[in-house]
């Protein structure tokens, strides 16, 4: 049976911090794979500030040198609000020979019993948390924890810092090169 691992996310941008989660759950659960699951529309936020296919395409530029990372469009071919459910429901249907982990960073475990139809969700995978230092450690009985090392890096710095004018740090040169040329996150 394949062992997959599940990364949802907005990913406006995506930068190294969530190539370095994605590395560190890999090696540490022995996954074969890392499906990153850019959301097509985020239950939890207001709209992304990229549009949805730009946000793919950074990630396409960001992984295309990883192997083991793969991208999953399901949310993007589901539309509307993107709810963990409804895509690992799909995802299961689609590969039924599959054993899934949902990863999730250590600041959304506490989170997790508001999630939509959590009690079935947690049935169908295995959560996956990651502690980052700055948040508390907080432990949920059906959460599998993994530690990474600190990455100062965060979407929303990285919007701050272009939207100011100054030098982001934590992008790769590919990802920087498309967010310059397609004027994103200057306002």
């Known amino acids: 049976m394949k ?3 599940l ?4 990913f406006d941008p995506p930068h190294i911090g969530h ?3 994605a590395k560190s759950v890999l090696q540490t659960l022995e996954l074969d794979e ?3 699951i850019p959301t097509y529309e985020p239950p939890h936020k207001s709209d992304a500030i990229a549009k949805p296919e730009q946000r793919l395409d950074m990630l396409n530029l960001m992984l295309e040198e990883e192997p083991n990372f793969k991208i999953s469009t399901i949310e993007y071919e589901l539309k509307g609000k993107s709810y963990t459910y409804e895509t690992v429901k799909h995802l299961r249907k ?5 054993f899934f982990y949902f990863i999730i960073g250590g600041d959304m475990i506490e989170d997790l019993p508001k999630w939509y139809n959590i009690e079935e969700l947690k049935r169908m995978v295995q959560f996956v948390g990651v502690n980052r230092k700055g948040y508390s450690e907080y432990n949920y009985r059906d959460v599998l924890m993994v530690n990474m090392e600190e990455v100062p890096v965060s979407s929303t710095a990285i919007r701050e810092d272009l939207k100011n004018r100054k030098e982001p740090q934590g992008l790769t040169k590919d990802v920087l090169h498309y967010i310059r040329e397609n004027g994103l996150y200057e306002n």
Do not use: A, V
Not at 7 to 10: E, M, P
Not at 94 to 98: F, K
């Open 3 to 5: 062992k997959i691992g």
């Open 7 to 10: 990364f949802g996310g907005t």
């Open 19 to 21: 190539l370095k989660l």
């Open 34 to 36: 890392i499906w990153f």
């Open 94 to 98: 689609q590969y039924p020979q599959t």
